[in-house]
């Protein structure tokens, strides 16, 4: 029976819970100037191809000279121009990055010439078992054709790059044992900066001139990060290993996941771009726009960017679009994370049609352990702590509020488990309730272990949902969701002698169902281009082991290990593991545009999950295109997709005159005239999805589409249609047939909400064209509206 000192304990405990979610919720700082000046990026379209392949450094400085020109009609002077100017963008992109004030921002927009001007803000930074989830012969329990990593040679000699936070060049995964001679079409360098380049990792360059512009006493102890290629966090060499690491034997993390740490393409070249830093306000967007000019000119074929914010912004005032949109028209596919900020609709960010766009979800593999209450009660959560309790037992449960000691806040920075607030008289000996929040994971651990506890239950605040982490904590650890917290806090709260046990953590896997949808992969609707579904895709991004950094941690206090390996999860894990496929897809079609290995990875998608039941999304209702764009990446049925959806940059071009972009502007963009169709319309993009905002009910809209044929000639497509809930959908013709290879075909897809007067939301269904051997897929998200 619950007592009254119990009841009030427990709702003191909730009350101190509400609190802290109110008190943790804050917005991203921006980036600040003194004297209200900060830094801008002045965009002004791109140069022509022969002026980027060409240039002399005569050429070079010229273009560089003309932007100081630009500024000091502004600021006054040359000298003050030279002064303020970070950057200038002279190969590919057009454009300076500069120290400026709100009105000389403003006035600078006007310069004939200028297609945008906008503040350079900050970006965030959103394995051995997820290539065996997703390369298997018989994927998913189907007969899907044999890997093709040797066909593809394991991605040889494709150039697999990333725009991150700098590399760990030491790991076993960039080992260059059995690699030939550089490419000679490489035209990169290695920062000469205490690490050595080799035949695997090719290139590593770091740019810094945006964040050493914002002023902040964080960067005084940050020299050897903010001048160095190094990755001192272990994002970038994460996310460059999972997409292109060599094969590394015996790779595990605390002790477990032992097996054979690979990259997609493990046997590709790779090279790292640094623009994020341990330092406030990094990943900048001026930085960013510098990775992606040297990434172009250095030759790179695929750029995997695990980068993204939490506002979208239109593509000529967005860096990580601009800087896309150059790359693509030099050929190179630009693969991005589509954020981290879910569940909620409308937060899928990195949005314009020329990006690949990825979301995340599990694989069939978990680490689990379980937090067993004296009333019977066990709850599932996740850890990979080698430790153990020393007998299998209950122990004494306390809430980590109980252990607090006398100092200001005490209460609320013991129940978060805070460096030194826990007192050790009160904690020896027992299992401690710590709240997520403030402080790392690990640093609760480390406080805990410290202070005599024999056990930690980290139980999620509201704000993390379900999202749990196995983390190698420091004692045995069970990290929970937030609703099996409350019940922990309940039992303690309402219980004489509360005690618990924490079980060891074991690694399971052929776990079903998988994959689901991450709690926090962000989810569509597209909010700049309603037309274009995004996500396109989703991938492995939960629990992700792969390559890290081994520099000393910034905070020993936290966590004085270095793991050579360790486990991340976010969009940000599954962005380069669909860069990896890129790779090879390039190595087997080199000429192929990254349109059109987009569409074959897209096409060839899968959304039934390995029980062959429709993927779920985290709260294990039915998912839908919002959450995966596509599907799940299937690389073996990718390589053979049949017909494919092609776009060229004209194409994407026209997309941006449908969206009301005048020709003075999109000649600045793509650095040559272009005629906009006289009837240009959004819908008709080429895209291998389809997505239709708005549609009245009675009403109808018609599409066009065009497929090419890549896969046997002659060849004969007949179409399959899964109508959206009240739409009728039909396809015109609704047989393609094909005499060669390289023959391309148009379609129509006309849509028709079947009655007048609906509920208005979002319905989903697709269209399917098949020869009976190849499946191509196109998924249709259209919102139906009362007429």
């Known amino acids: 029976m619950t007592t009254m000192i119990g009841r009030r304990r427990l709702v003191f405990h909730l009350c101190l819970i509400s609190l802290l979610l109110f008190l943790s919720s804050s917005a991203l700082p921006s980036v600040s100037a003194a004297a209200g000046r900060r830094h801008y990026i002045v965009y002004m379209g791109g140069h022509s191809s022969l002026h980027s392949s060409s240039a002399t450094e005569a050429d070079l400085h010229a273009i560089t000279n003309s932007h100081h020109a630009i500024l000091a009609t502004y600021l006054g002077d040359i000298e003050r121009a030279r002064e303020a100017i970070r950057y200038s963008y002279t190969r590919h992109i057009n454009g300076f990055t500069a120290i400026l004030n709100e009105g000389e921002a403003a006035q600078i927009a006007k310069h004939p010439g200028v297609v945008s001007v906008f503040p350079d803000r900050r970006k965030k930074l959103q394995t051995t078992h997820s290539w065996n989830f997703m390369l298997m012969e018989n994927q998913f329990t189907d007969k899907a054709t044999a890997p093709f990593w040797k066909e593809a040679k394991f991605g040889q000699d494709v150039i697999i790059a990333n725009i991150d936070g700098g590399v760990w060049p030491e790991s076993q995964s ?15 360098t290695c920062a000469k900066a205490g690490i050595r380049c080799n035949r695997k990792l090719i290139g590593a360059r770091y740019f810094n001139k945006g964040v050493l512009a914002v002023p902040t006493d964080a960067k005084a102890g940050a020299h050897a990060d903010l001048y160095s290629v190094r990755d001192f966090g272990g994002h970038g060499t994460h996310t460059l290993s999972t997409a292109a690491g060599n094969f590394v034997p015996g790779a595990n993390f605390s002790g477990a996941a032992l097996g054979v740490a690979k990259g997609g393409a493990p046997r590709a070249r790779v090279a790292s771009y640094k623009t994020c830093f341990n330092v406030p306000d990094s990943c900048l967007e001026s930085d960013v726009l510098a990775a992606f000019e040297a990434a172009i000119s250095d030759g790179v074929d695929v750029l995997s960017v695990s980068l993204g914010d939490d506002i979208n912004y239109d593509y000529f005032a967005d860096g990580l679009a601009i800087g896309a949109f150059h790359a693509v028209r030099a050929g190179i596919t630009v693969v991005a994370a589509g954020g981290n900020a879910g569940p909620g609709l409308g937060t899928v960010s990195n949005l314009a049609p020329w990006m690949f766009t990825v979301a995340a979800s599990t694989m069939d593999r978990s680490f689990e352990t379980y937090a067993e209450l004296r009333n019977g009660l066990r709850i599932k959560g996740a850890s990979m702590t080698e430790a153990l309790l020393p007998v299998r037992k209950f122990y004494p449960l306390i809430s980590a509020a109980e252990a607090a000691g006398l100092r200001p806040n005490a209460t609320r920075d013991a129940l978060l488990c805070k460096p030194g ?34 056990g930690m239950i980290l139980c999620n605040d509201k704000s993390n949902g379900d999202e749990i982490s196995p983390d190698p904590h420091f004692i045995p650890t069970v990290q929970i969701g937030y609703k099996d917290g409350l019940k922990v806090f309940k039992y303690i709260n309402g219980t004489k002698h509360p005690k618990a046990y924490i079980t060891p953590s074991t690694s399971m896997v052929n776990v079903k169902p998988a994959p689901v949808m991450a709690d926090f992969s962000s989810k569509g609707p597209n909010t700049i281009a309603p037309y274009v579904l995004k996500p396109d895709i989703t991938a492995p991004g939960v629990n992700i082991i792969a390559a890290y950094t081994e520099a000393k941690p910034t905070d020993p206090s936290e966590d004085p290990r270095k793991f050579p390996y360790n486990i991340l999860s976010g969009t940000s894990m599954s962005c380069p593991h669909v860069s990896g496929v890129f790779g090879l897809l390039r190595a087997v079609y080199p000429h192929w545009s990254p349109s059109a290995i987009r569409s074959a990875i897209m096409t060839t998608a899968r959304t039934r999950d390995n029980a062959r039941n429709p993927i779920l999304d985290s709260t294990l209702e039915k998912a839908t295109p919002f959450s995966y764009g596509s599907g799940h990446i299937r690389p ?13 940059v004209s194409d994407y071009l026209d997309f941006l005159c449908a969206r009301g972009y005048n020709k003075t502007l999109l000649k600045l963009f793509s650095d040559a005239p272009h005629e906009c169709p006289k009837h240009a319309r959004i819908m008709d993009l080429n895209y291998p999805s389809i997505a239709v905002p708005k549609l009245k009910g009675g009403s109808s809209i018609t599409m066009t589409r065009k497929v090419k044929n890549v896969g046997k000639s002659p060849a004969r497509y007949a179409v399959r249609i899964k109508e959206p809930k009240g739409v009728s959908v ?18 129509k897809v006309i849509l028709k909400a079947k009655w007048n007067g609906t509920a208005d939301d979002y319905v989903f269904g697709g269209i399917t064209w098949t020869d009976g051997i190849h499946y191509v897929r196109s998924p249709i998200a259209v919102y139906v509206v009362t007429a």
């Not at 030939?180 to 490489?186: I, L, M, T």
């Not at 050790?424 to 480390?446: E, I, Q, W, Y």
């Not at 609704?734 to 290879?741: D, E, G, Q």
Request: charged share 30%; aromatic share 8%.
């Open 730 to 747: 039909s396809v015109k013709p609704n047989v393609l047939k094909f005499n060669k290879l390289g023959e391309e075909k148009k379609f």
């Open 636 to 648: 073996n049925r990718a390589m053979d997709p049949g017909l494919v959806y092609d776009l060229s």
């Open 174 to 188: 960039f080992s260059d044992e059995g690699y030939g001679p550089v490419p000679s079409r490489w035209k990169g």
């Open 421 to 454: 607030s826990l007192d050790p008289a009160k904690v020896k000996g027992k299992v401690v309730a710590c709240l997520r929040g403030d402080t790392s994971r690990l640093s609760k651990s480390n406080e805990t272990a410290k202070a005599g506890a024999v």
